[in-house]
């Protein structure tokens, strides 16, 4: 199946997609700061450079967009029928880099929590986002993941 726009569209459509500050990251964020936590962002010094840092919890949260981070099950995670090969290698080596950078936060003692891009697209999701979160946090898991209902 062919691409519907043009290679140079297709172009500009994909170098405008944000590496941070993205809607997604916004409303987690904001969930965050409106139930009373406090945070930094995008450490570079720690692995995988996570998206929100809870320093004093140990807490890393990276908001991870559901195409680039092949978010498995997820209708928003699909390889695009174009260039599979480069798609394919290209996906699976994020995937690969965010396992790194999630194990060796998790060797450090940090928890990690991801946060997927599905979790934030209704307003049924995003309204259950900050109790999800405080839950998370005030658990004891080092590894978790919040998805929201079009995760399959």
């Known amino acids: ?13 994909m170098s405008g ?6 809607l997604p990251e916004m409303l987690v964020r904001k969930a965050l700061f ?3 936590y406090r945070f ?4 570079r010094s720690l692995p995988g450079t996570p998206d929100i840092v809870m320093p004093s919890r140990k807490i ?21 029928s174009t260039r599979t090969e480069f798609w394919k290698a290209k996906l699976q080596g994020n995937l690969q880099r965010d396992q790194r950078a999630t194990a060796d936060l998790i060797e450090m003692g940090w928890r990690v929590l991801n946060v997927w891009e599905c979790a934030t697209r209704d ?30």
């Open 60 to 80: 890393a949260i990276f908001v991870h967009g559901c195409f680039w981070h092949s978010h498995q099950g997820c209708k928003y995670a699909k390889t695009p």
């Open 123 to 152: 307003s049924k999701t995003v309204a259950e986002l900050p109790e999800a979160l405080r839950q998370w946090v005030e658990g004891s898991e080092n590894l978790g993941e919040i998805s929201g209902p079009l995760h399959l």
């Open 17 to 22: 997609i944000k590496g941070k500050n993205s």
């Open 34 to 36: 409106g139930i009373g």
């Open 1 to 13: 199946m062919a691409d519907i726009v043009s290679p140079a569209k297709r172009s500009q459509m």
């Open 40 to 43: 930094r962002l995008h450490r």
